[in-house]
């Protein structure tokens, strides 16, 4: 079954297009990710971390741009999905990377399996822009499997073009917070956190703290707010796990999607290239 296309006006569209090339154009470092791969937990992590470090009282820490203002030096960090790959058939997304020339980029990553579960609920559940069922959902093209695949491996193939590029996984976040965003804040310029600093952040971003303000929408943003309360499958925070995607994929439809890693995912996320690798650390080379 076809996926719901979302549907804007055209002078909204204008707008929304004119400020998202400025702020592109404006970032120092981009932080970049295929939808649902735990880039929100990551945001939070470094907002909280700035907050704390700089000694403010942010409203959304999520929204990192904020932070940039004119009289601190705190660098402008955007994140985003590079064009909005969950809603293009493969073919379709941007091979050129160009615009990121010069910037910093920290692109995340995650098991593909479990991406493609995660943005099935996405859709159905927060969205609402795709009806089918998940058996449905393996074979799809746009926002599919296959659509991840290929939104890897073109930053794979563009990964030197950035003035420098670091790769985070969700499952080396999973496994070790603290260390990874150190990894993180001193890729920014923020080496000079303490200790004491990424211990409260990451208690801070604990899944079942995340939970908690995501169902009493802390932040007062759509980012971080559960459209059901009572149903955990559309939380943003929907499980946390590593590896869930073998609670929902299975037999024909597993084998197709493990097909298309194996055969079609670049070389550079090789951890993904066998079944039940995803919690083996790994740190990407450039």
């Known amino acids: 079954m076809p996926p ?6 055209p002078v909204r569209r204008l707008i929304q297009r004119c400020r998202r090339r400025w702020r592109r154009w404006r970032a120092d470092i981009h932080l970049i990710s295929y939808p649902k791969c735990g880039r ?9 971390s700035l ?17 940039a203002k004119p009289w601190r030096r705190i660098p402008y960090i955007l994140q985003h999905h ?24 920290i692109f995340m990553i995650r098991d593909p399996r479990d991406v493609l579960v995660s943005s099935y609920f996405q859709k159905t559940k927060r969205n609402a822009n795709y009806r089918g069922t998940m058996e449905e959902y393996v074979h799809e093209r746009r926002g ?7 939104f890897y491996n073109i930053w794979a193939r563009n990964r030197y073009l950035p003035a420098d590029f670091l790769l985070i996984s969700y499952e080396d976040l999973h496994a070790d917070p603290a260390g990874e965003l ?3 804040l001193e890729f920014i ?13 990451v208690e801070f971003c604990r899944f079942d703290n995340m939970r908690r303000l995501e169902a009493g929408n802390a932040f007062g943003t759509s980012a971080l707010s559960a459209r059901e309360v009572d149903d955990e499958e559309s939380y943003k925070t929907r499980k946390g796990k590593v590896g869930g995607y073998g609670d929902y994929l299975n037999g ?28 083996k650390a790994f740190k990407g080379e450039r």
């Open 252 to 279: 024909e439809g597993l084998a197709y999607v493990e097909k298309v890693i194996g055969e079609r995912l670049d070389p550079f996320y090789r951890r993904y290239a066998g079944a039940g690798l995803a919690g």
């Open 189 to 201: 310029g923020y080496g000079e956190i303490s200790e004491d600093i990424i211990r409260e952040a």
């Open 4 to 9: 719901l296309v979302r549907k804007r006006g």
């Open 51 to 67: 907050a704390l470090h700089h000694g403010l009282n942010v409203r959304n820490p999520l929204r990192l741009r904020d932070f």
């Open 144 to 150: 599919g499997i296959e659509s991840i695949v290929a």
């Open 182 to 184: 150190r990894r993180v």
């Open 82 to 105: 590079d064009g909005g790959p969950e809603f293009l058939l493969p073919e379709e997304l941007s091979t050129d990377k160009s615009a990121y020339a010069g910037r910093k980029v």
């Open 40 to 48: 929100t937990w990551l945001a939070l992590l470094i907002g909280k």
